[in-house]
């Protein structure tokens, strides 16, 4: 049944607003099933329900049931099984390369009319030669939306099963009359194999500089562009020399052609960065990536023709990571960062992606066969590997929110897909019920946006004394940290989550404070409204100052906009500086409360943290973090776990020089283990 849907009506166009989800169509089966059990009961009076109420009832009780089965077994099977299957049955119609050479498959596409069975063959060649015997063009496209349907194709004489979007890719790439030579990760790369793709993957960079071209495959077209018989792309050609009317006449197309999947992928940044020459191509239709970009450019300078940002932003930092010289370092992490908005339908794709950029060598920040392993075993070796080579605790602070379900520390990077795309994409993870939109953070070595990079309030709860960590033997979801407990959480309050009950939720946190105070130079009261604006503004409120401030915030609709975090770093820093140059309190206030709570230790100290802090949660003071970090209590045999950095009252700047008090064992620090 699901092929059959996705046969005849699924996203023939590939566009991201157009998916779905496999649990979408059992669900209509399900609504269905009752509707027809139901209307009987209209039609044959009440007894019919003698005998319908126990069927309805026992589909009833099933529904939670169900809801299980629909996460632990459909989308398992759907995901993992299915797709196995496919890549058993191809494996066939591939023999062995040798890595030492680095040897690649090249696709030989045999000539054809559009009608005819598509025919091709493999060939090896070896990319450690100086000139391949043969110019090769590459395919960068997205693998599509489809779970379960395959469309068969003649392989080395053998019957080969290939997804849809790559099927109308080569029915549209075939030449009539002579063969063409391309080279697709799909097929020429035994995905059946995981061993090979490890290695495989490591040569893409090699591959995509040595193709000749880069084909980027948009997908089979839209109505519109297929009714303009290519007079839409002879306006985006001749975009600097277009009239004005020419160009209004191309939005709605241009707006279809930025909807394509593709533009949301992982792999097309270093797809696109590392090619010699790339083109783009929808259906029949081809254009230079650089007369593409040129004619985006003139549409996005006047705002109401609403170019897509993030293709936008796509466009210009691929031209930024092309026209980087040769000994432009990159790190891993960088990349990662700036690209982590992209959707990968392997989550480990969404660090093994960008490898190919490198100029550094990476066999400490990668495990050997990568894919052999678990994604959240790559993500902790990774984030292992960052604090261990810089020292700073930076990774462990952006993992507050978005870790890895066995490795509190770590980084799931999979969960750092922008919303829009991930909610769209058939082939991402299911995160409706885990993820939890982290809070801005106090500090996370201005890797990205946080309230001490924006503000200029700079923490030194460890004066910037390296983290001491270790990892080898012991299991790949431990770290070991070095620090010292500095107290303990008595109680917490509310969490803040809705500016529509600013006034609210202070007030309750005021009154677990010990307030509301009448005089307004109470030492408590200014420790209190300190804690708030987590030490990063200086000034006196008023007494009304939380109605107030819940009037301003609603009026700047935060609530729809400003809460949700920006993708792009340097927007959102540019925006950040921006409110606070208009309500410097009541900014600073929402960025450093909104999603966190307000808390009392057992030594009387305020402090703010996130979702996680509860009663008995530990306060601690680690080298390589310049804010305190909440942890949970240890017990015998079951180590701690991130819970979240946090702001308290007293311990955001060690008064002493640390370095010499931990010489002379003034401050004793322990060593141990979190996962």
Not at 40 to 65: N, Q
Not at 112 to 136: C, F, M, P, V
Request: charged residues 25%; hydrophobic residues 40%; contains cysteine.
């Amino acid at each position: 049944m699901v092929f059959i849907y996705e046969r005849i009506a699924l996203n023939k166009q590939e566009r991201v607003g157009n998916a779905y989800t496999v649990s979408k169509i059992l669900d209509y089966i399900w609504n269905w099933v009752f509707f027809i059990l139901i209307c009987p009961t209209f039609i044959c009076g009440t007894r019919f329900i003698i005998w319908i109420a126990p069927i309805t009832l026992t589909l009833g009780l099933w529904l939670p049931v169900w809801q299980f089965l629909r996460k632990t077994l459909w989308y398992p099977l759907f995901r993992d099984l299915v797709p196995a299957c496919y890549f058993s049955w191809n494996s066939r119609v591939y023999s062995d390369l040798r890595q030492s050479s680095q040897q690649v498959r090249i696709l030989k596409l045999h000539p054809g009319l559009w009608s005819t069975k598509i025919k091709a063959e493999l060939i090896t060649a070896d990319l450690n030669t100086s000139t391949l015997e043969q110019n090769y063009e590459a395919l960068s496209y997205s693998w599509g939306g489809h779970w379960m349907l395959r469309r068969s194709v003649t392989l080395n004489g053998c019957s080969y099963l290939v997804a849809d979007t790559v099927f109308n890719a080569l029915k549209e790439l075939r030449l009539p009359n002579k063969e063409r030579w391309l080279w697709i990760d799909a097929i020429c790369i035994d995905q059946g194999n995981l061993e090979e793709r490890g290695w495989q993957v490591a040569l893409m960079d090699s591959i995509y500089r040595k193709a000749e071209k880069v084909i980027v495959w948009l997908g089979k077209g839209s109505p519109q562009l297929d009714r303009s018989h290519g007079a839409v792309f002879r306006v985006i050609r001749n975009a600097d020399k277009a009239l004005p009317i020419e160009i209004d006449s191309i939005r709605d197309p241009i707006e279809e052609m930025m909807r394509a999947r593709w533009w949301s992928r992982v792999w097309i940044v270093q797809e696109v960065a590392l090619a010699a020459s790339v083109v783009v191509r929808s259906g029949p239709n081809e254009v230079r990536w650089d007369t593409l970009t040129a004619c985006l450019e003139r549409l996005a300078s006047k705002p109401e023709q609403g170019v897509d940002k993030k293709v936008l932003s796509f466009v210009s930092t691929i031209a930024e990571l092309k026209s980087s010289n040769s000994d432009h370092a990159r790190s891993l992490l960088d990349l990662a960062l700036r690209f982590r908005d992209r959707v990968a339908g392997n989550p480990r794709d969404k660090l093994l992606g960008y490898l190919g950029l490198l100029q550094q060598p990476t066999e400490s920040l990668i495990l050997e066969n990568p894919y052999r392993k678990s994604a959240g075993e790559l993500f902790a070796h990774f984030a292992a590997s960052c604090i261990t080579s810089s020292g700073s605790l930076a990774m462990v602070a952006i993992a507050e929110g978005l870790a890895v379900q066995k490795a509190s520390w770590a980084v799931d990077w999979a969960m750092m897909t922008s919303p829009d795309w991930r909610d769209n994409d058939p082939l991402a993870e299911d995160y409706s019920s885990s993820y939890n939109e982290p809070p801005t953070a106090l500090w996370n070595g201005d890797l990205l946006p946080s309230v001490s990079e924006s503000t200029g309030r700079r923490y030194s709860a460890t004066q910037s004394l390296p983290a001491v960590s270790m990892q080898k033997g012991l299991s790949w979801n431990s770290l070991y940290l070095t620090g010292w407990r500095t107290d303990t959480v008595k109680s917490c309050c509310d969490f803040f989550s809705d500016v529509k009950n600013t006034a609210k939720t202070i007030r309750s946190w005021e009154k677990l404070a010990g307030g509301p105070w009448k005089n307004e130079a109470d030492l408590r009261r200014v420790r209190f409204f300190k804690t708030l604006v987590a030490d990063a503004w200086s000034g006196i409120l008023p007494q009304d100052w939380p109605e107030r401030c819940q009037e301003r915030l609603q009026q700047k609709s935060l609530t729809s906009n400003d809460v949700q975090p920006e993708r792009d770093i340097e927007a959102q820093r540019n925006s950040f500086r921006h409110d606070l140059s208009l309500s410097t309190s009541e900014q600073v206030f929402h960025a450093s409360c909104l999603r966190r709570r307000f808390f009392i230790t057992q030594r009387g100290r305020f402090g703010l943290s996130g979702r996680g802090v509860s009663e008995k949660s530990e306060v601690w003071a680690l080298l390589g973090a310049q804010v305190p970090f909440i942890l949970s209590p240890s017990s015998a045999g079951k180590p701690s776990k991130f819970l979240g950095q946090a702001y308290v009252d007293g311990l955001m700047d060690y008064k002493g020089d640390l370095q010499e008090d931990l010489r002379t064992h003034k401050v004793t620090t322990c060593g141990f283990w979190i996962r």
